[in-house]
């Protein structure tokens, strides 16, 4: 049986970091850069970098946010820190940007973008979690982290742990 294919967005954050242990989980990695490349994978991973930045680079590239959507919309999509930001369907008052930013969306809960504090702020913490899997994993670090300010739709999102 030929392993599932899982794309990491390849714009910024931990790119290196992110197919590397999806092959060590036992999927084979695909380094996304290009919108077309979405069509043969049954997962994508959004690293970390910077939400707005993010935007940018892919508002650059027609119709990439819509097939980003799309593709959220039907498969399993993992996003960190940034890419958290961007599969947010909304984001606090406070998070909002001149002018806007274009999320992908698709995750029912509206997020508070840095909520921790600037770089300096950065701090690493247990977490209280729901799932007695992540119960003895190491602290969890927050660097400029975006915090879940409300789960819009409870029956589409289940918290896994708490901080």
Request: with cysteine; proline share 6%.
């Amino acid at each position: 049986m030929a392993s599932k294919r899982i794309g990491v967005l390849a714009v910024q954050g931990d790119v290196r970091e992110h197919l590397r242990s999806i092959e060590e989980n036992g999927a084979h990695a695909v380094k996304v850069l290009q919108k077309e490349q979405l069509a043969d994978l049954e997962g994508l991973v959004l690293p970390g970098g910077e939400s707005t930045a993010i935007a940018i680079l892919l508002a650059d590239t027609p119709g990439f946010l819509d097939a980003l959507r799309s593709f959220a919309a039907s498969k399993p999509v993992w996003g960190t820190c940034a890419g958290l930001v961007m599969l947010a369907d909304s984001l606090t008052q406070s998070s909002q940007k001149k002018g806007g930013q274009a999320l992908i969306g698709g995750l029912k809960v509206c997020v508070d973008r840095n909520h921790y504090g600037s770089q300096c702020s950065s701090f690493e913490t247990p977490l209280v979690a729901t799932d007695p899997a992540l119960a003895d994993a190491a602290p969890y670090p927050f660097i400029r982290a975006p915090h879940i300010a409300s789960v819009t739709d409870a029956a589409a999102v289940e918290p896994l742990a708490y901080l």
